[in-house]
């Protein structure tokens, strides 16, 4: 059974810095794309960050810069640092796991930016 538990989200002020963390078990870790993606109130879904087994990695525009995903094979992890927040990236975060048109994900975690 798949499981995905975030943790690190909470409550910030414009211009700080968030690391979220994403626990995996249930699968073969190191053989996953593993993503964040974030859905705000009224909005749909959207990828944030991406990396790939070998760690290619790849970014939503809107954070280009700002925040960096990273990810531990030995411990079937994977992070998102977020620096400079904006008003714009509160949103529940989501980790996802994907494979071979397969789609896991978490429960989310809140993330709130004051300004």
């Known amino acids: 059974q798949v499981q995905l538990v975030e943790s690190g989200g909470g409550l910030v002020q414009a211009g700080g810095s968030l690391r979220l963390s994403c626990a995996a078990s249930?699968?073969?870790?190191?053989?996953?794309?593993m993503g964040w993606f974030r859905q705000a109130p009224g909005k749909q879904r959207e990828l944030v960050a991406a990396?790939?087994?070998?760690?290619?990695?790849n970014y939503a525009d809107s954070v280009k810069g700002r925040f960096t995903i990273s990810r531990d094979n030995a411990k079937n992890m994977v992070f998102l640092q977020m620096n400079s927040l904006k008003p714009e990236d509160t949103a529940v975060y989501y980790c996802?796991?994907?494979?071979?048109?397969?789609?896991?994900w978490g429960q989310g975690t809140q993330v709130t930016v004051s300004s």
């Open positions: 990396i790939g087994s070998g760690g290619f990695t």
């Open positions: 996802n796991a994907f494979k071979a048109g397969r789609d896991n």
């Open positions: 249930g699968i073969t870790f190191n053989t996953y794309v």
